[in-house]
Every structure is written in C-alpha cells, then in structure tokens.
C-alpha cells in the first residue's frame, strides 16, 4: 500500500451544445420550472471588471453524483464490482453491510475513490459557475406532453421551462481529490488507478440537467488542469495511461494484493 495522502485537484469546464435546465424544484404561475440560480462573482463589461450577479449554475452535488454514476457504469463494463451506494430494490442489505469498514480495507475501487459512510467523503465537486455573464442567457420555452397512443397533445399539459441557451457562458468547476494513505492502489509511482478512472469518467460526460430525452443538456466536458501531489500540471495522457491495458481492473486488484500492508 501506499504510505502516503493523496491530494488531486481537476479543473474542468462544461461547455453547452443544447439548451439546459437544471431546475431549482420551485414554481411560480407563469414558470413551471425555474432555473436555479446562485450569486457569484462574474466578468462583465470592461476587461478585468468583476461584479456580483445571480447566475444560472450547475450544484457540485449533482455534478458529484452524475461523476459517480458514470464511474460505476465504466468501472462495471470492464467488469469491476460496483455495489450500489444506496440500499434499495435488488440490493441486499447485507453487501452493503459486508462493505461497511475502512477504506484501506474496501475491495471496492469507487467506493475508495468517492469515500464511504463508515469513513466520510473523500471526493468533493464544486459549484459549477460561469466565468462571464449576459443578460440574455436564458429563456422561457413552452412544452407539451404527447400521448404515446394517440400522437396528439395531451390535454391540460402545457407547461413552461426556463432554460440556460446552448450558447452560455462554459461553466468552470473542480474535482477536489484527499485520500489517506493505504486507500488508493499504484503500480508503482503511477497515477493511481482510482484517479485514472475518475478522469475518464469526467470526460464522458455528454449531458447534464433535466429532460435529456428531448435533448436537453447535452455538453461537453474539457479537462483543463490535472493537479496530483507534487505535479502541477499532470498531462492527460498520463493520467490515462493506468487504463491503458483492457484488464486493468485485475491488474489494480492484483496490484493492491501484493502490496505492502
């Protein structure tokens, strides 16, 4: 194992291809649906003039639980085992209970990387905000519900949704990474092999926000900085090379068997 804390920082920013929304829950008698919105500090006007406005943005909760769930949906193609965070329909309380223990311990590679109940989060995301700021960033869009059988409207289903136009401002936010020692897996002084998968994660994230079916949401996530301990600036491929190999998964278990305890 290795005897060391992990520190990693990933800058990343979404840039939009489609109108979004990410709903703020509250509605109002003309908006069904309302963006959500937050103040932050913004470029506008001048160059170098910040100014506080309310801004249309993406929570670091969501960004957080969409990164795990695509985490668990890669981890499982290569045939990892995944075991749901939450107890449910088809979960047996007693895997969740079997896995309840340090995370040195943990066979379970996400949970490793995002951090369990028994020992607290490990992984952070932040508010994903805009850098700069327009007044005319956002709209209203009316919608309708169709009927599968008929084809036709469904009567009594118009609605309306503010939605965040597909030219918005990039949206810039962070992956912030504090492991302890013993509870990610290297082969050798690499990239560790959790880190590895959280970044090709990050950058298969097409679509964020609600109503993705009508094609809402879609997006684009560029990398822009990879910080990992000492390295400032970690190149991509790099940080990829861990995946490198198609059973990377047994590699990392193999990796993590024969270490050090």
């Not at 801004?55 to 290569?78: D, I």
Request: charged share 25%.
């Amino acid at each position: 194992m290795n005897s060391r804390w992990h520190h990693l920082e990933v800058s990343f920013c979404v840039r939009w291809e489609s109108p979004w929304h990410v709903g703020s829950g509250m509605g109002t008698v003309g908006v069904d649906r309302l963006l959500r919105f937050r103040v932050a500090s913004v470029r506008e006007g001048q160059p170098g003039r910040r100014v506080l406005r309310r801004v249309p943005y993406v929570p670091g909760s969501q960004l957080k639980g969409v990164l795990r769930h695509q985490c668990e949906r890669l981890y499982a193609a290569w045939a990892g085992k995944v075991v749901p965070v939450h107890a449910g329909i088809g979960t047996p309380p007693k895997e969740l209970l079997h896995h309840f223990g340090p995370l040195v311990k943990s066979p379970l590679l996400v949970d490793r990387l995002f951090g369990s109940r028994f020992q607290g989060e490990c992984l952070f995301v932040e508010d994903a905000l805009p850098e700069s700021w327009e007044e005319q960033s956002w709209l209203i869009m009316g919608r309708t519900a169709v009927d599968r059988r008929t084809g036709t409207v469904r009567e009594g289903t118009l609605f309306f949704t503010q939605v965040g136009v597909s030219s918005f401002p990039a949206l810039w936010s962070r992956v912030l990474g504090r492991h302890p020692p013993g509870v990610l897996t290297q082969d050798g002084d690499s990239f560790p092999f959790e880190y590895a998968l959280l970044v090709a994660a990050l950058m298969t994230i097409d679509a964020l926000g609600a109503d993705k079916s009508a094609g809402f949401g879609r997006c684009q996530i560029r990398i822009e900085n990879i910080r990992w301990n000492e390295h400032l600036s970690l190149p991509l491929e790099e940080a990829l090379r861990p995946l490198e190999d198609p059973e990377w998964p047994e590699l990392a278990a193999l990796v993590r068997e024969n270490s050090p305890s």
